[in-house]
C-alpha cells in the first residue's frame, strides 16, 4: 500500500513536474555549485541550474519511458506468447525458436547499439525496450497460455460453436492478466534503470532533463571527487526509491496471484509492501 | 437424423495406432435418444468428440458421419463450427473442470445464446436467467451472478446441462451427465436431462447402466472400439444377448456386483478373433479365430456374438 502510494506521488510528480519547479530546467537560476538554501533547496549544479527543478522534470522522462517501454513490452507478450501457445504446431515452433535466438543476444549491449545508431527520442528508446523487453514475457504468457487453452473449458466453448478468436479474448485472456500485470510492473521497474542506465552513458535524448543524465554530469564534472553531495545524492535516491516501489508493488501482485507465496516468505522485506496492509 | 457409416477414428502413438473406434455403425433417429454404454476407454467418448469434430490434429477419421444429409467429415472448419453449438451441441463431462472458474454462471450461458443467436449481451443474459429458472435452479438470478466455485457439484452439473442445451440444438452429445453425483441428485439430474432433450435426438455417452435406462430409448453397448450390441432401453437390460452385456449388468450393484474377470484390452493390438473372448466365460474355439460380425437377432436388436448366430 505504502509502494503504492509512493508510485501515485512519482506519477504525479511525472505529470506536474514541470509547473511545480520553481526554475525552467535549463535555466541558469544561481551560481554554480551553491549549496542547498532557501533559494536552492537542493543547491545547483556546475552550470548553476537548480537542482530540485531538474529532479521534478526529470521524472517525466524517467517514468514515461518505464512505462511505455513496459506497455510495449507486455502487448508484445500478449500477442506473441497467446498466438503461439493457442495454436501451437509450426507457428508456436517459429515463434519460440526466434524468441530463443533473440535471447541469446544480450539486452543491455544490443539497446545502446541500437540507441546510438536511431534517433535518440524517449519514445523511440521505449520502442526498442519493449519489443526486446517482450521477448522473455512471450515465454511467460506461452506457458500460462498453454495450461489454459488446454483447459476442459475452452475445450467446451469451442464445442459450443465459438471461434478462435473469440475463445482467445473472452476466456484466455482474462485468465493471464493477473499475469500480464505483474510481468508490466517488472518491466516497468527494469526498463526505468535501462532509462537511467543509458542516461548515465550519454545515451539519452539530450533535449529531455533525466536522472541518468543529472548523476552523469555530477560524476564526470566533479561532483563525487569534489563530495558535492547535494548534486550527486538526489538522483540516485530518486531512482533508488522508484525502482523500490515497483518492485515492491510486483511482489505484492505476485502475492495476491498465488496466495501459496505468503506463508512461504514470511520475511518483513517482502511483505510489508502492498500485500500485508490490504 | 445422425447416421455413422463404417467410422474408424485413430490416434497415432509412440507405441503404434490406437484404435479408439473401430469400424462403428449407428444411427440416431429424429428425437431418439441413444445410450452409449462402456468401460472407461473402450472409445465411446473418442465416438462422440469424432461426431462434433473435436479432436487433437494427429487423429486419423474414416468413414462417414451424416447429419441431416451432409457428410460432417466432409465439412471445413469454420463451416463445422457454424454447427457446434448451434445445430450439434455437447454436455460435457467433469463440470468441475468444464466451466471457466473466472466468468459468472450467467454470463457463460449468456455467451451460448449470443454466439448463436442475434441478440445483445444484456437480452442474453435474461434469457440465461430464464433458462436456469427453467432448469428448476432455486434463485436463479443470484445463481447467475456466482462463479462456478461457489456452486455445488449437482448444480454444476445443471448448468453444463442448461450451457449445451442453451441454443436449442436438435442434435446433443452428453458425455457422462451423472458422473461422480450422489443418488439423491443423480435422480433430479436424470430426470432434468430427461424433461430438457424431449423432442430432440441425444447421443448420451456413460457407463451407468441405470441412468442410460432411464434417459434412452435404444442402447449401444461398446467394447475394445467395437460395438457389441445394440437394442431397445428395456431389452439392453432385461434380456441381453451378449455375454459382454450379461457382465456388465451383473456387475451392476443391484445385482450383486459380479465383477466381469480381467481387464480391457490395448486399443493398439486388440485380442485375435472376439475382442472379448479372452474374458469371456463362454468362449468357444471359434471365438479365438474369427471375428465375429454383427448380426441382426430380432427387429432392432443386433449383437456381435456366435453364440447368437
Redesign the interface.
Given at each position: 500500500m505504502a509502494s503504492l502510494i509512493l508510485l501515485a506521488i512519482y506519477i504525479g510528480i511525472a505529470a506536474f513536474g514541470p509547473c511545480l519547479a520553481p526554475y525552467a530546467s535549463s535555466e541558469i537560476a544561481g551560481s554554480p555549485l551553491e549549496e542547498p538554501g532557501r533559494l536552492h533547496l537542493l543547491g545547483t549544479n556546475d552550470l548553476g541550474q537548480d537542482i530540485f527543478s531538474n529532479l521534478l522534470c526529470g521524472a517525466r522522462a524517467t517514468l514515461v519511458l518505464g512505462f511505455l517501454g513496459a506497455l510495449l513490452s507486455v502487448l508484445t507478450a500478449l500477442t506473441f506468447g497467446t498466438i503461439s501457445a493457442y495454436y501451437g504446431?509450426r507457428t508456436d515452433e517459429i515463434i519460440s525458436r526466434i524468441v530463443d535466438i533473440m535471447m541469446t543476444l544480450p539486452g543491455f549491449p544490443l539497446l545502446i547499439v541500437l540507441v546510438v545508431f536511431l534517433p535518440s527520442s524517449i519514445f523511440i528508446m521505449a520502442a526498442i525496450m519493449g519489443l526486446l523487453g517482450g521477448l522473455q514475457g512471450i515465454r511467460i504468457i506461452r506457458s500460462q497460455v498453454l495450461s489454459i487453452s488446454r483447459?476442459?473449458?475452452?475445450?467446451?466453448?469451442?464445442?459450443?460453436?465459438?471461434?478462435d478468436h473469440?475463445i482467445m479474448s473472452?476466456?484466455i485472456l482474462?485468465?493471464i492478466l493477473p499475469l500480464a500485470a505483474v510481468t508490466f510492473i517488472n518491466a516497468a521497474q527494469r526498463f526505468m534503470l535501462m532509462g537511467v542506465g543509458l542516461g548515465f552513458l550519454g545515451l539519452g535524448d539530450p533535449n529531455v532533463v533525466d536522472w541518468g543524465q543529472m548523476i552523469s554530469r555530477a560524476y564526470s564534472n566533479g561532483g563525487f571527487a569534489l563530495g558535492l553531495w547535494w548534486w550527486l545524492l538526489p538522483p540516485g535516491l530518486a531512482v533508488v526509491l522508484l525502482s523500490m516501489t515497483l518492485a515492491l508493488i510486483g511482489y505484492g501482485l505476485e502475492e495476491e496471484i498465488e496466495p501459496r507465496l505468503k506463508n512461504i516468505n514470511n520475511s518483513k522485506w517482502f511483505t510489508n509492501g502492498y500485500a500485508r496492509n490490504n | 437424423m445422425l447416421e455413422i457409416i463404417n467410422l474408424k477414428t485413430q490416434f497415432p502413438s509412440p507405441d503404434g495406432l490406437v484404435n479408439a473406434v473401430d469400424s462403428a455403425d449407428l444411427q440416431i433417429e429424429d428425437n431418439e435418444r441413444l445410450g452409449l454404454i462402456g468401460e472407461t476407454g473402450c472409445g465411446k467418448t473418442v465416438l462422440g468428440m469424432s461426431i462434433i469434430r473435436l479432436l487433437p490434429p494427429s487423429t486419423r477419421i474414416h468413414g462417414q458421419i451424416i447429419y441431416k444429409g451432409r457428410d460432417l467429415l466432409n465439412l471445413k472448419e469454420e463451416e463445422m463450427r457454424l454447427l457446434r453449438g448451434k445445430e450439434i451441441s455437447m454436455i460435457l463431462q467433469n463440470p468441475t473442470t468444464s466451466l471457466n472458474p473466472v466468468l459468472k454462471i450467467g454470463d457463460q450461458i449468456a455467451e451460448v445464446i449470443q454466439l448463436h443467436k442475434d441478440c445483445n449481451r444484456k437480452e442474453a443474459k435474461t434469457k440465461a436467467v430464464e433458462i436456469l429458472a427453467a432448469a428448476m435452479i432455486p434463485e436463479a438470478p443470484k445463481r447467475a451472478d456466482q462463479y462456478p466455485h461457489e456452486l455445488s457439484g449437482g448444480m454444476k452439473e445443471r448448468v453444463m446441462i442448461v450451457m449445451g442445451l442453451a441454443s436449442q440444438p436438435s442434435f446433443v452429445i452428453a458425455d457422462e451427465p451423472t458422473k461422480g453425483l450422489d443418488s439423491g441428485t443423480k435422480a433430479e439430474i436424470i430426470r432434468l436431462i430427461r424433461d430438457m432433450t424431449s423432442g430432440r435426438s441425444m447421443l448420451m455417452i456413460t457407463h451407468d447402466l441405470a441412468a442410460a435406462g432411464e434417459i434412452c430409448d435404444r442402447i449401444a453397448v461398446m467394447y475394445a472400439g467395437e460395438l457389441l450390441e445394440m437394442a431397445s432401453a428395456k431389452t439392453i437390460l432385461h434380456d441381453p444377448q451378449h455375454p459382454y452385456t450379461q457382465g456388465f449388468i451383473n456387475s451392476l450393484p443391484s445385482r450383486g456386483l459380479l465383477p466381469i474377470s480381467g481387464s480391457s484390452p490395448s486399443l493398439i493390438d486388440p485380442p485375435h478373433g472376439c475382442r472379448f473372448h479372452p474374458r469371456c466365460p463362454w468362449a468357444m474355439d471359434i471365438c479365438r479365430r474369427e471375428h465375429p460380425q454383427i448380426i441382426k437377432l430380432e427387429k432392432g436388436h443386433f449383437s456381435r456374438c456366435f453364440l447368437c448366430a
Open positions: 504446431g483447459a476442459e473449458y475452452i475445450y467446451g466453448t469451442r464445442a459450443l460453436g465459438a471461434s473469440y473472452r476466456h482474462p485468465g | -
